[in-house]
């Protein structure tokens, strides 16, 4: 009487019995191979390996970009005065490179600056040498503090 089941336990008993035989034809190949003295357990070489020249060997890791030496550059600068704008802080800092964006940041509620901004710079040696020249520097004013921006 079949009720839809497909073999089952015999199914499972004839897997069985072929993975032995499996295993045991296996055992009987790698005997025979020790006993020619070839090891199964290690691939055999295929193609010998090509000769490498101690000269041609490179130690080390390539040396990484200096953080930022590449794309735009982002510098803080507090200290704004409240009449500062975007304008204002471009054309402050652009004369220390090409400037990609300048932006004073407003307070939500008021839209008055709320006294710090940001300016990108295109080259990082053009930030750099701002943040030394602009960093205690005074526009409007105040006195300004300049550095790189930090990642949020």
């Known amino acids: 009487m079949n009720h ?4 089952g336990k015999r199914a499972r008993e004839a897997e069985r019995d072929r993975k032995n035989k499996d295993k045991q034809e296996r055992l009987r190949r790698n005997r025979e191979l020790r006993a020619r003295g070839f090891d199964p357990d290690i691939a055999p070489e295929s193609a010998p390996l090509p000769e490498v020249k101690l000269e041609d060997i490179v130690l080390g890791v390539p040396p990484r970009p200096k953080r930022g030496s590449i794309g735009p550059v982002k510098l803080f600068v507090g200290g704004l005065s409240w009449d500062t ?3 204002g802080l471009r054309a402050a800092f652009s004369k220390f490179g090409t400037v990609v964006e300048a932006t004073v940041i407003p307070d939500r509620d008021t839209g008055k600056s ?3 901004g940001f300016v990108s710079f295109e080259n990082s040696r053009d930030a750099d040498e701002c943040v030394k020249q602009m960093h205690g520097a005074e526009l409007d004013g105040r006195t300004l503090k300049v550095n790189r921006a930090e990642a949020r």
């Not at 839809?4 to 073999?7: E, H, I, P, T, V």
């Open 114 to 116: 709320r006294g710090f």
């Open 4 to 7: 839809g089941f497909s073999g």
């Open 85 to 87: 704008t975007s304008e």
